[in-house]
């Protein structure tokens, strides 16, 4: 929950609030309690309306801290009124960044999830420790980018190897490609360990995902010998149903492939002949 106090340095001793109404978290509105809180925690609920209270917030609502799930804590406007990535000095992003937090708690986010960036592990420990007012900070540190998942080369490479116009020589270049840029994205790391609102996690995850549907695309494109729909092989121009009417199968252990017929009999509709697209 949210606790605004005027010294920020210490919350060692016990504080008790009262509010009007309390939104427990669990979907129950409390009246008249008193919220105690020990340290940086929530210790007890004390339902009697007579006890000592430090601070009676009268007929406020008092409701567990919001969560920002993405939000880039060093960033802000410079002195013109547009979004300025770095302030002229080092010093004045970290007292950016400390604005930022400050503010953030006080609209009542206590946690907040940023995608990463090197600022956020300094400003992450001083709030930590109490020096600082600000959310709890989850962080990746470090976001997945191009020059470390790979996510970009892998874009370019079927961009470029496996179009709508397909060359053979182009074809083989980018399996090998395909396979070098999957070997390094299985190295990527990521420096958020944490297993909640992790997105530097779920990032890697898609990666990987990605990854693997290229891969599985440009080895099963290599190994038609054929054109087919929309996609033309200069090698190989036209459509061969005798060998090629049929679906690709995938297998990530050494990229095999196999085969499945295609059912050319619907259960339910009338049967149509295959043909070539012509224009």
Same mark, same amino acid.
């Given at each position: ?11 060692? %001793?016990?504080?008790? $609030? ?192 990605? $990854? ?41 252990? %050494? ?25």
């Amino acid at each position: 929950m949210l606790l605004a106090r005027t010294d920020v340095r210490t919350q060692q %001793g016990e504080v008790r $609030i009262r509010a009007a109404r309390v939104l427990d978290g669990t979907g129950q509105i409390l009246s008249n309690v008193t919220v105690v809180v020990k340290g940086s925690n929530i210790s007890a609920i004390d339902p009697d309306p007579t006890g000592s209270v430090d601070v009676d917030l009268g007929q406020a609502t008092l409701l567990p801290g919001l969560i920002d799930v993405h939000a880039h804590i060093g960033w802000h406007f410079g002195a013109n009124g547009r979004f300025e990535f770095h302030a002229p000095t080092p010093a004045q992003d970290a007292l950016y960044a400390a604005e930022n937090a400050y503010i953030t708690l006080m609209a009542g986010v206590t946690t907040l999830q940023s995608p990463g960036q090197p600022i956020d592990v300094d400003l992450r420990n001083a709030i930590a420790r109490g020096a600082l007012p600000g959310p709890r900070v989850l962080t990746s540190i470090l976001q997945i980018t191009p020059a470390i998942g790979s996510a970009a080369d892998m874009r370019r490479t079927l961009q470029l190897h496996c179009g709508v116009f397909r060359f053979p020589d182009l074809l083989v270049e980018g399996v090998a490609k395909i396979k070098e840029i999957a070997q390094r994205a299985g190295r990527t790391e990521i420096s958020d360990k944490s297993k909640v609102f992790n997105t530097a996690r779920v990032e890697a995850l898609e990666l990987d995902n990605l $990854i693997e549907v290229a891969r599985a695309t440009l080895v099963s494109a290599e190994a038609r010998k054929e054109s087919r729909g929309a996609h033309d092989r200069s090698d190989f121009p036209h459509r061969d149903d005798d060998h090629w009417m049929r679906h690709t199968l995938w297998y990530k252990e %050494g990229d095999r492939l196999d085969y499945r017929p295609v059912k050319t009999k619907p259960l339910t509709v009338a049967p149509f002949e295959p043909k070539a697209r012509v224009y």
